[in-house]
């Protein structure tokens, strides 16, 4: 469970970007997402390497 303890005289606006944020740090939407479909081993696998490349293929970009 989330607890956000809002100061006294806070606005309540910045207290919900506070909650916000924290509870995207803890990934509830992401897993819940993922675990809608399930994804073979293999191909979890695969798009892995294939970012992988893609990240490996910018930095090479960067470096020239």
Do not use: C, W
């Not at 509870?23 to 696998?45: C, D, H, Q, Y």
């Amino acid at each position: 469970m989330i607890i956000v303890p809002v100061k006294e005289g806070e606005n309540i606006e910045r207290a919900l970007k506070r909650f916000k944020r924290k509870f995207e740090k803890t990934g509830a939407i992401r897993e819940l997402r993922a675990r809608k479909n399930f994804v073979k081993p293999s191909i979890k696998k695969r798009d892995q390497m294939m970012k992988a490349i893609y990240v490996q293929h910018l930095q090479l970009q960067d470096e020239q």
